[in-house]
């Protein structure tokens, strides 16, 4: 028990040095670009006992609130970045705050202090990263992983594949027989195991429930492997899907926060149709100019409960694309014209859709509106295809930056897989995540 502890203790050691490291360079590259080194304001920012002190206390309680020191985000993990940019955003948040509040430096502004915040917040993102990966030896963890289905199989496949992830598998028990937990003991003995990762299948009675209980007596974690593939793979386990186990736990938005969400995306929409109105006009024009037909198209698309509605979009294909009616775009479509590739790779044929936010049909982020006549071919071989229409569609959203456009069933099923994820998951900092990872992905 004192090796795991110990372990822990380290990696959160090794974290918090990093983060300081990054808050205090950040803030020596900000005063020196903001300031003439020497100058009266360069000593005050750098100086520990002014502002360092308190803005490295700030990083550290926002990255406590945010869960950035648990052991499951003390390595590279959809989880770890979602910690992190929350962490960052409160702590910019409360940056912004004490600038307002204090009497401030000379020449800063909150645009410089919202600068810094956001990108120092990057600067410890690739920071700890780095950090990981290099270490990711010497922080190793054994672990034993319990069960033999589909779920438990990827999991051995990704560990085998992933050895900087921070965890080893050290041995696998398919059975649930006394002959194959008997060794057990030894085994956790003589392989220093730090965790147990256990199926959701396990009898309730018998010699292996025994022998596991015994090991939480002693200290050992046990992991849920469906929570753990989640944290993984930032999508459902298909078993999950099959057995209806994850319907308890879906989020849905409560009616006044929703509304209130809706009324703050609606007015942000109608904003940003303002002012990027010059470059809708520059992409209209040069869809026009490049190939024939419409610059914008209309399509139906199922939203929120099933109500269908009409999406707007920039035309990215030939306009006689659809001549035998809707179906899947696929990679390296001839359809897809040479202009049409660039505003799909960076997301701009979808900029007419805030047209569709303003409206109220569309969030900014949500599961990505399908045709109903794809959808009455997919409920027909994916089961629960239709719990993602719960909540309004999105822009952009969780699958649409893990996945990407869909081409078959099987695709739809696998989409279905991190929707359903994201319905089970849904919070701010999560939204969050997912708009800053969607601004990256403009970079073709």
């Known amino acids: 028990m004192r090796a795991i502890y110990d372990k822990t203790v380290y990696k959160k050691a090794v974290a918090a040095a990093v983060d300081a490291g990054m808050v205090i360079l950040g803030l020596w590259l900000f005063a020196a670009l903001w300031y003439k080194i020497g100058s009266d304001g360069y000593r005050v920012i750098t100086s520990f006992y ?230 809708m006009i520059a992409i209209g024009l040069l869809i026009r100019l490049t190939s024939r037909g419409p610059a914008l198209i209309r399509q139906t698309r199922t939203g929120e409960l099933g109500r269908p509605f009409m999406l707007y979009k920039f035309r990215s294909m030939k306009a006689d694309a659809e001549r035998n009616g809707p179906q899947w775009s696929k990679d ?21 859709q805030l047209w569709n936010i303003a409206k109220g049909e569309l969030a900014f982020i949500g599961p990505r509106p399908e045709r109903p006549e794809l959808i009455a071919v997919i409920n027909k071989k994916v089961p629960h295809f239709e719990l993602r229409n719960l909540i309004r569609p999105g822009l952009t959203g969780w699958t649409q930056i893990k996945f990407g456009y869909g081409a078959s069933v099987e695709d739809a099923r696998e989409k279905l897989r991190y929707d359903l994820y994201y319905l089970k998951h849904k919070s701010f900092f999560f939204d969050l995540s997912i708009a800053l990872r969607t601004l990256l992905k403009f970079i073709p």
Not at 146 to 157: F, H, S, V
């Open 50 to 279: 002014t502002i360092p002190s308190t803005v490295l206390a700030a990083w550290y309680i926002a990255a406590s609130f945010s869960g950035l020191f648990k052991s499951n985000r003390l390595q590279n993990s959809g989880e770890f970045d979602r910690g992190l940019w929350g962490a960052g955003f409160l702590w910019t948040s409360a940056l912004s705050a004490l600038g307002l509040a204090a009497e401030p430096l000379e020449g800063i502004t909150m645009t410089a202090i919202l600068t810094y915040g956001l990108s120092n917040t990057f600067m410890i993102y690739i920071a700890r990263h780095v950090i990981n990966v290099l270490l990711a030896d010497f922080f190793i963890e054994n672990f034993i992983l319990i069960g033999n289905d589909e779920t438990e199989k990827e999991l051995e496949a990704y560990f085998g594949m992933n050895p900087h992830s921070g965890w080893r598998l050290a041995s696998r028990l398919t059975k649930f027989t006394a002959r194959d937990f008997k060794t057990l003991d030894t085994l956790i003995i003589k392989k220093s195991i730090s965790a147990i990762i256990i199926p959701n299948t396990l009898p309730k009675k018998g010699a292996a429930i025994e022998k596991i209980h015994l090991q939480i007596k002693l200290g050992i974690p046990l992991i849920d492997s469906h929570t753990l593939y989640e944290q993984i793979f930032g999508k459902l386990p298909l078993s999950e899907i099959e057995e209806g186990h994850f319907i308890e736990n879906l989020e849905t938005d409560a009616p006044t926060p929703s509304k209130i969400r809706n009324a703050i995306e609606r007015l942000l929409a109608m904003a940003l149709c303002v002012i990027l109105l010059p470059l």
């Open 332 to 352: 390296n479509d001839k359809r897809i014209t040479t202009l049409g590739a660039f505003l799909r790779a960076t997301h701009l044929d979808e900029l007419p």
